[in-house]
């Protein structure tokens, strides 16, 4: 199975909103309400950001929201802080009941 | 307090065996898959498989079949990942994190280098 595409780099000030996207095929995202988004700063463990593709779990702002469109799920995060500057992983759910993650996007805020 | 606390950092050479741990805690260990990342240096997230420690039940990823063993003892809530020869492209971060449809507790993540 091929990971998931994301763009490497994304960036905008605070206060701005920004768009990851993640683009896989009709055999993961397009066939399950199971995409997922993870934060990770540098030197620590991953953290679930939302799940199912737009919910957000207990304790993460509500800044940040999921969507998803045919094979293409989004993370959206609005009103950016410079907390936000980290790295975002996308995953899905497969067919072959395995998970896939996406290459991951570096968000830096300027 | 759902935690998952993994076994420490080791260093290795190729050709060597290995296993780490990921003990469970705060929840019931038994409902809930537990799941393996593999994150190489400067790289992004790999998913190496699953298991569940009800009964053992175990998924790999084609990418990891073969490769590496998971196991699990569910009388002390600890998972395991093992290799039987490691290699220096095994060198990475290894993190547990508990699965449903989605990874939402993870490990401290156990760093493993393997060289000669």
């Known amino acids: 199975q091929s990971a998931l595409t994301q763009p490497a780099s994304v960036s905008g000030s605070p206060g701005q909103s ?39 779990p207990s304790g993460v702002s509500n800044r940040f929201s999921g969507s998803k469109s045919g094979n293409t799920a989004s993370l959206t995060i609005s009103g950016l802080q410079a907390e936000d500057e980290a790295d975002y992983y996308c995953s899905s759910y497969t067919s072959s009941s395995t998970v896939v993650f996406g290459g991951g996007t570096k968000l830096t805020v300027l | 307090e759902v935690q998952l606390v993994q076994s420490g950092a080791e260093v290795k050479k190729p050709g060597e065996s290995l296993k780490i741990s990921c003990k469970g805690s705060g929840y019931s260990f038994t409902n809930y898959w537990i799941g393996w990342v593999r994150q190489m240096p400067g790289k992004g997230l790999e998913w190496m498989g699953i298991i569940y420690p009800a009964d053992s039940n175990t998924k790999y990823s084609p990418s990891f079949q073969g490769q590496v063993t998971i196991s699990v003892d569910k009388s002390i809530s600890t998972a395991y990942l093992q290799w039987s020869s490691l290699k220096a492209s095994d060198t990475a971060i290894y993190y547990c994190a508990r699965t449903a449809s989605y990874l939402d507790y993870w490990g401290q993540g156990t760093l493993v280098t393997v060289s000669s």
């Open chain 1, 18 to 56: 920004i768009t990851i996207s993640c683009s896989g095929t009709s055999s993961d995202i397009g066939g399950y309400n199971y995409v997922s988004w993870y934060q990770q700063h540098p030197g620590k463990a991953p953290k679930l950001m939302i799940y199912d593709v737009s919910n957000r």
